[in-house]
């Protein structure tokens, strides 16, 4: 089991940033990699960054020159996304996911509003 808490998210004008932080516990030695997804209202949920435990890093085309995607090898395993340069587009609610095969966990969510 892998359980994850996420925070950072908020209200933000356009052009602004904000962290999120994903905090893993658990099986953290059995996840293969850890990502953000994001789900605005009608749409379906989608992949926004993703980094795997070998280090590499995977990014919607939208956010690639905008988003960046790290994380902290401490014992309790934490993954960052570092949002620039928000747009109105971007608000939806931001899910972390640890994959660890052939199981995915997801976190609770946290808003991201950016406001024109």
């Known amino acids: 089991q892998v359980h994850l808490v996420e925070s950072g998210g908020g209200l933000v004008q356009s052009g602004g940033s904000l962290r999120l932080s994903c905090a893993a516990s658990?099986?953290?030695?059995?996840?293969?990699?850890m990502g953000w997804y994001r789900q605005a209202p009608g749409k379906e949920r989608e992949l926004v960054a993703l980094i795997t435990r070998g280090g590499t890093t995977n990014y919607k085309a939208s956010v690639k020159d905008r988003f960046t995607i790290s994380r902290d090898n401490a014992k309790t395993t934490t993954v960052y996304l570092q949002m620039n340069s928000l747009k109105p587009e971007d608000t939806a609610v931001y899910y972390c996911n640890a994959h660890s095969f052939p199981l995915d966990y997801w976190g609770q969510g946290t808003q991201v509003t950016v406001s024109s």
């Open positions: 658990g099986s953290i030695s059995d996840i293969i990699a």
